[in-house]
């Protein structure tokens, strides 16, 4: 495979799991494991084809998802397992860079819808939003721009 046809399918996969995950997010209001795990395989697979992973560097990529999951343990889950679990698995797929680079979109996108849910439905801050759709919209500004 050439890395031009690598970097297009890892883009699709990336996209597909997102928005797969988005769906289950917004109806179901929690995300099933197996398809988290398939969506870290898949991403894992196509990085090592690529060559990516032959520099120890690369566990950096998986520190935002590690991070995720330590604040939903001492936040008593405000961020939820899942969500850090497919920001860990985005690792698989995307540079340090890039990921910082999404997970500021998704949070910034989250934070303003939050913001006019709060002033025009009158939603308490307790509200809980699912944050995978906005990890998928910031992907697909990132696609964008």
Do not use: N
């Not at 032959?54 to 520190?63: G, M, P």
């Amino acid at each position: 495979m050439t890395q031009e046809i690598l970097c297009v399918v890892r883009l699709v996969a990336a996209a597909a799991g997102l928005a797969y995950l988005s769906v289950e997010d917004i109806r179901k209001k929690s995300i099933p494991i197996w398809p988290i795990i398939a969506m870290g395989a898949v991403g894992a697979v196509l990085s090592a084809i690529g060559g990516e992973w032959t520099s120890w560097t690369v566990a950096l990529r998986f520190l935002p998802g590690a991070l995720c999951l330590l604040l939903g343990l001492l936040s008593r889950e405000a961020v939820g397992y899942g969500d850090g679990l497919v920001i860990l698995c985005l690792g698989a797929y995307l540079s340090l860079a890039e990921l910082m680079q999404l997970c500021l979109a998704a949070v910034t996108l989250a934070g303003v819808v939050a913001l006019l849910l709060m002033l025009i439905m009158r939603k308490g801050r307790k509200t809980a939003m699912p944050l995978i759709p906005f990890l998928l919209a910031g992907y697909g500004l990132a696609l964008l721009l």
